[in-house]
């Protein structure tokens, strides 16, 4: 279907400028400007490759027109002092929740570490158990020496 829809391309048609012309022009213009450059005299090579160097930098039409668009925020760039001051206290939905997060487990261990919590006081029982296992297994263990070392007495006096 052509560019227009179903009645066709109202606009000129494109015209295109064949290679050797263009090259033709900007040998002309790097002419016209090395020329100018001579009449101008010799003041320093400096002054000339700066001004080079800042043509450069400018893109597309920059160099020969200075825009001032309202719309354009310049980036300015701030320190971290003036960030954390001036940056808003409000927090998104999951900052809020990490942080309320973090302060529940805090709050569980303070509580467990106090043994207020089911789980503190289920490990304190085990614990007490476990420990009397050990003392009841110590205690054994200590009346079979003792036994062992009477029974080597009873035969060394024989």
Do not use: C, W
């Not at 200075?66 to 925020?73: A, G, L, Q, S, T």
């Not at 304190?124 to 003392?135: F, G, T």
């Amino acid at each position: 279907m052509p560019r227009g829809g179903k009645k066709g391309h109202k606009g000129r048609g494109k015209q295109f400028s064949n290679p050797e012309e263009i090259d033709r022009q900007m040998r002309a213009q790097r002419d016209l400007e090395a020329g100018v450059e001579r009449a101008s005299g010799s003041d320093s090579e400096e002054e000339s490759s700066s001004d080079e160097d800042s043509d450069r930098r400018r893109n597309g039409v920059e160099g020969l027109i200075e825009i001032e668009n309202p719309n354009r925020v310049s980036q300015k760039n701030k320190k971290v002092a003036e960030l954390e001051e001036s940056a808003p206290k409000e927090l998104s939905r999951r900052e809020r929740e990490e942080i309320e997060k973090q302060k529940a487990k805090e709050r569980y261990m303070k509580l467990h570490q106090e043994g207020k919590t089911d789980q503190a006081r289920a490990d304190l029982a085990r614990l007490a158990i476990i420990k009397k296992q050990r003392e009841d297994a110590a205690k054994k263990r200590e009346e079979i020496r003792k036994a062992e070392k009477e029974a080597e007495e009873a035969k060394a006096k024989r």
